[in-house]
């Protein structure tokens, strides 16, 4: 009760809707796409749109553009609103230059002059031709024409695709500062988590709301399954009552036995119309035969490509079982560092030296391989048989399909019609049927929807071999890999341990402690302007007894805190206790939050006083 009176409130306190549809249906084949599907935004909405890859996210968003047509269902828009629509693929047909597109909706100079300080901002040249433009290049024209005008409501449909880190970070800025009011339908979880104020999942053609940010989805989502499977079960044992009854329980009271008989064909229909969640991919890495200890060795290697260096003096060794992200701006030069490091492309000068015995499993963004005039059979058999090959293995397609979540009624399906996240786990399934011991992937995220993700995640991290991927997806690095080599710029590369995050840590440590360093030791002074010689600067700055002192002590705690942790998380997987024992229950989270946010700042404090003895040492 409480629960409800909180949501009326809630819902009572907020805004009119500026716009609003409800209760939308649209039947695509025989299967209904959205089934009683709505939303509503206000003025101050910040709204991410999640669900399964096929759920109808993006033709929802079609559908609130006034792009698409419902079957059944009522469509407002408050008089006076503005709606802009960012598309999955934009079209760019009629018009020639990144200027003609983004400025053909602008009518006023003061619009026209944010059009202009987007394009800047967004590193697009008004004179760009849009034919040859790249995949990130075109997102950052059509971010660029959909947010100029300042519409009332701006629907993104996956604006972050093909964005690299600075462009992202860029866009969650930009939009927190703009008055629209946003839908989001995007699979990058820390861009969701970062701007969203609550989350609607479409699932199964219906739409569920949660008046918080996307940090609490997955939790929510969990346990909104949960609450649908125990009703499915109670449904079931209500029925086999009913049957009971059938069987033994018939009396000569005729009026009630009908009822009861129409009440259980009632129970029954409830039971044959209900829909369960679409389940997970059943998919697992083949392992190849055990790499060398060695994997890749590279020696002050150099690359240029006429006078912009790309990789100047990069030395590192990869061991078996890395696991490596490349970060960079688009244009860094990820991929050239990647064909370096396995031996695709000679350095200009330096050694490259590759480990024995690498069966490497290379799946990049381009998705090469996949031929656009085959269907899905004929992308998973290359075209021969009706068989899959598993290594030593072989497997009907129409088995393998399933297993990717692929309908059998799909096997004839042109691989040209597939949706993005389709054709993503289209060659996830390609890749995945041969062994390797060195997976290579360049942005895999781009267009797997979050369930997917999360599995790709569990075979990452179970993967016997090395693994070594591009990625401007930052929640997924910070999942999956142990270090990153990260573009400082012209040419120079440093490498990080941990994850993105770990990275932006060291980073700002790094960045502290060389102004700490600059303070301890100012220029001497120029001997043109005082006249006289330079006095000696200071000499170099050592760490104190107490930073010494610290540095020594804080893996012991580090480690201390990680034993708390693991008794809390252990007492705390005990599903019945919050029951039994509430008093415990509360004081396990107590202790694990604070467990959890003392070893936060231990290895924040562990990582300073690293990058401090490392700058004093050199």
Same mark, same amino acid.
């Given at each position: 009760?409480?629960?409800?009176?909180?949501?009326?409130?809630?819902?009572?306190?907020?805004?009119?809707?500026?716009?609003?549809?409800?209760?939308?249906?649209?039947?695509?084949?025989?299967?209904?796409?959205?089934?009683?599907?709505?939303?509503?935004?206000?003025?101050?909405?910040?709204?991410?749109?999640?669900?399964?890859?096929?759920?109808?996210?993006?033709?929802?968003?079609?559908?609130?553009?006034?792009?698409?047509?419902?079957?059944?269902?009522?469509?407002?828009?408050?008089?006076?609103?503005?709606?802009?629509?960012?598309?999955?693929?934009?079209?760019?047909?009629?018009?020639?230059?990144?200027?003609?597109?983004?400025?053909?909706?602008?009518?006023?100079?003061?619009?026209?002059?944010?059009?202009?300080?987007?394009?800047?901002?967004?590193?697009?040249?008004?004179?760009?031709?849009?034919?040859?433009?790249?995949?990130?290049?075109?997102?950052?024209?059509? =971010?660029?024409?959909?947010?100029?005008?300042?519409?009332?409501?701006?629907?993104?449909?996956?604006?972050?695709?093909?964005?690299?880190?600075?462009?992202?970070?860029? =866009?969650?800025?930009?939009?927190?500062?703009?008055?629209?009011?946003?839908?989001?339908?995007?699979? #990058?979880?820390?861009?969701?988590?970062?701007?969203?104020?609550?989350?609607?999942?479409?699932?199964?053609?219906?739409?569920?709301?949660?008046?918080?940010?996307?940090?609490?989805?997955?939790?929510?989502?969990?346990?909104?399954?949960?609450?649908?499977?125990?009703?499915?079960?109670?449904?079931?044992?209500?029925?086999?009552?009913?049957?009971?009854?059938?069987?033994?329980?018939?009396?000569?009271?005729?009026?009630?036995?009908?009822?009861?008989?129409?009440?259980?064909?009632?129970?029954?229909?409830?039971?044959?119309?209900?829909?369960?969640?679409?389940?997970?991919?059943?998919?697992?890495?083949?392992?190849?035969?055990?790499?060398?200890?060695?994997?890749?060795?590279?020696?002050?290697?150099?690359?240029?490509?006429?006078?912009?260096?790309?990789?100047?003096?990069?030395? !590192?060794?990869?061991?078996?079982?890395?696991?490596?992200?490349?970060?960079?701006?688009?244009?860094?030069?990820?991929?050239?560092?990647?064909? =370096?490091?396995?031996?695709?492309?000679?350095?200009?000068?330096?050694?490259?030296?590759?480990?024995?015995?690498?069966?490497? =499993?290379?799946?990049?963004?381009?998705?090469?391989?996949?031929?656009?005039?085959?269907?899905?059979?004929?992308?998973?058999?290359?075209?021969?048989?009706?068989?899959?090959?598993?290594?030593?293995?072989?497997?009907?397609?129409?088995?393998?399909?399933?297993?990717?979540?692929?309908?059998?009624?799909?096997?004839?399906?042109?691989?040209?019609?597939?949706?993005?996240?389709?054709?993503?786990?289209?060659?996830?399934?390609?890749?995945?049927?041969?062994?390797?011991?060195?997976?290579?992937?360049?942005?895999?995220?781009?267009?797997?929807?979050?369930?997917?993700?999360?599995?790709?995640?569990?075979?990452?991290?179970?993967?016997?071999?090395?693994?070594?991927?591009?990625?401007?997806?930052?929640?997924?690095?910070?999942? !999956?890999?142990?270090?990153?080599?990260?573009?400082?710029?012209?040419?120079?590369? +440093?490498?990080?341990?941990?994850?993105?995050?770990?990275?932006?840590?060291?980073?700002?440590?790094? +960045?502290?402690?060389?102004?700490?360093?600059?303070?301890?030791?100012?220029?001497?002074?120029?001997?043109? #302007?005082?006249?006289?010689?330079?006095?000696?600067?200071?000499?170099?700055?050592?760490?104190?007894?107490?930073?010494?002192?610290?540095?020594?002590?804080?893996?012991?705690?580090?480690?201390?805190?990680?034993?708390?942790?693991?008794?809390?998380?252990?007492? +705390?997987?005990?599903? #019945?206790?919050?029951?039994?024992?509430?008093?415990?229950?509360?004081?396990?989270?107590?202790?694990?939050?604070?467990?959890?946010?003392?070893?936060?700042?231990?290895?924040?404090?562990?990582?300073?006083?690293?990058?401090?003895?490392?700058? +004093?040492?050199?």
């Amino acid at each position: 009760m409480r629960f409800l009176q909180f949501e009326s409130l809630l819902f009572m306190a907020a805004s009119p809707p500026i716009l609003y549809v409800d209760d939308i249906h649209l039947t695509h084949g025989v299967q209904p796409l959205l089934d009683g599907a709505g939303l509503s935004v206000s003025r101050e909405d910040r709204i991410c749109l999640v669900g399964r890859n096929g759920s109808g996210k993006s033709t929802l968003l079609k559908i609130i553009a006034g792009l698409v047509d419902a079957d059944d269902g009522e469509r407002f828009v408050q008089p006076g609103i503005a709606i802009e629509y960012l598309a999955q693929d934009p079209s760019f047909d009629g018009f020639k230059t990144a200027e003609d597109y983004v400025l053909q909706d602008v009518l006023n100079n003061e619009d026209r002059q944010r059009a202009f300080q987007l394009m800047a901002d967004l590193h697009v040249t008004p004179e760009a031709d849009l034919a040859p433009l790249s995949g990130g290049e075109r997102r950052r024209v059509a =971010l660029a024409k959909a947010m100029a005008t300042q519409p009332e409501v701006l629907l993104l449909d996956e604006p972050t695709n093909h964005l690299d880190l600075p462009a992202i970070e860029w =866009l969650e800025q930009a939009l927190r500062q703009i008055n629209s009011a946003l839908v989001l339908v995007s699979h #990058d979880r820390r861009f969701l988590s970062n701007m969203a104020n609550q989350t609607v999942w479409l699932d199964r053609g219906k739409t569920k709301i949660m008046r918080k940010s996307f940090a609490f989805f997955e939790d929510w989502r969990d346990e909104e399954l949960e609450r649908e499977a125990s009703e499915q079960h109670k449904l079931a044992r209500k029925i086999a009552r009913e049957e009971d009854w059938v069987r033994y329980g018939v009396t000569a009271r005729r009026k009630r036995n009908v009822k009861r008989m129409g009440d259980l064909s009632s129970l029954r229909k409830q039971q044959r119309d209900y829909r369960g969640p679409q389940g997970a991919m059943d998919a697992v890495m083949q392992a190849g035969a055990q790499s060398g200890k060695l994997v890749v060795k590279a020696d002050e290697i150099h690359k240029t490509f006429g006078d912009k260096k790309i990789v100047e003096n990069f030395t !590192t060794q990869i061991k078996r079982g890395a696991r490596i992200g490349l970060i960079g701006a688009n244009g860094a030069g990820k991929t050239t560092l990647l064909n =370096l490091l396995l031996g695709k492309l000679e350095p200009d000068s330096g050694n490259i030296r590759l480990g024995k015995n690498l069966t490497p =499993l290379l799946l990049d963004q381009q998705r090469v391989g996949i031929k656009q005039d085959w269907n899905v059979k004929d992308a998973l058999t290359d075209g021969s048989g009706d068989r899959v090959s598993l290594g030593d293995d072989s497997m009907h397609v129409i088995g393998y399909m399933k297993n990717f979540l692929f309908h059998p009624a799909q096997m004839r399906t042109p691989v040209s019609v597939l949706s993005g996240g389709e054709q993503a786990r289209l060659f996830l399934a390609r890749g995945l049927r041969q062994p390797s011991n060195l997976l290579v992937m360049d942005e895999p995220t781009n267009d797997l929807d979050l369930e997917t993700l999360d599995l790709l995640q569990e075979m990452i991290g179970a993967y016997e071999g090395t693994v070594i991927l591009v990625s401007h997806d930052r929640d997924f690095l910070d999942r !999956t890999v142990t270090s990153v080599f990260n573009a400082e710029g012209d040419g120079k590369w +440093l490498e990080y341990a941990g994850g993105y995050s770990d990275m932006k840590v060291q980073q700002k440590a790094r +960045l502290k402690n060389k102004d700490k360093a600059a303070e301890a030791n100012p220029p001497a002074a120029n001997k043109l #302007d005082t006249g006289e010689g330079a006095k000696p600067g200071k000499p170099q700055a050592k760490m104190s007894y107490k930073h010494k002192f610290r540095l020594e002590k804080l893996p012991s705690e580090m480690q201390a805190l990680g034993v708390v942790i693991e008794k809390a998380g252990a007492l +705390l997987a005990d599903a #019945d206790l919050f029951i039994k024992a509430p008093e415990r229950f509360d004081a396990a989270v107590k202790k694990l939050a604070k467990a959890q946010a003392d070893l936060a700042a231990a290895e924040e404090e562990w990582l300073e006083l690293e990058v401090l003895r490392e700058g +004093l040492d050199t």
